[in-house]
């Protein structure tokens, strides 16, 4: 799963060859702004046919917090 996320990741970072692990901020350490934000959660949701919660969309603040999230709403 976090081979997935990164990958959607990197479609949207403007900075090159980013080490991207779990404990990667979202916006301090890869600078994504909101509507990046957004189209990154609705591309995961659209390939692994799943809608994040509200909750869960508010708190995201690492790749790892995605990937719970993700883990959490498919095994529901």
Do not use: P, W
């Not at 949207?12 to 979202?26: K, Q, S, W």
Request: with cysteine; glycine share 4%; net charge negative.
């Amino acid at each position: 799963m976090f081979e997935s996320i990164r990958r959607v990741l990197l479609r949207y970072i403007e900075v090159g060859d980013v080490f991207i692990t779990e404990d990667t901020r979202l916006q301090e350490d890869l600078c994504l702004n909101s509507l990046d934000y957004i189209y990154i959660l609705m591309d995961l949701e659209d390939a692994y046919d799943f809608t994040f919660s509200e909750e869960d969309v508010g708190h995201m603040r690492t790749v790892g917090d995605i990937e719970r999230a993700m883990e959490k709403e498919m095994a529901s």
